[in-house]
């Protein structure tokens, strides 16, 4: 009886993870890529919007434009967002593991 409720409890956590993951995606999916390359110059700090692009085994970063505050706290967004994606999928395949379930998450 124990067994059964703690194995429904796993399964509500990973279906509140994959809800997350599922949002997340969402997420990525409208904010900007890229990084922010900041230059200090004369005293005042500048900051470029990248983007990087693989041709063949080279990465190229490609400038796009300047970039404002706003820009930033986009790209800031996608990265911690990156970051949580990762860690959710690793807490998935945890209980992937305890449950006793094959999954295809890498």
């Known amino acids: 009886m124990k067994n059964k409720i703690i194995e429904n409890i796993l399964i509500e956590e990973k279906e509140r993870l994959l809800g997350r993951l599922k949002v997340i995606e969402h997420r ?3 904010l ?15 900051k470029y919007l990248y983007q990087s692009k693989r041709e063949g085994d080279r990465v190229k970063s490609i400038f796009i434009g300047k970039a404002d505050e706003n820009l930033e706290k ?33």
């Open 28 to 30: 990525l999916k409208s």
């Open 32 to 46: 900007p890529s890229g990084w922010i390359r900041k230059i200090k110059k004369d005293g005042k700090i500048y």
């Open 74 to 106: 986009l790209i800031n967004e996608r990265r911690k967002l990156i970051e949580e994606k990762k860690r959710l999928k690793e807490k998935i395949k945890e209980l992937d593991k305890i449950l006793g379930i094959s999954n295809d998450w890498s």
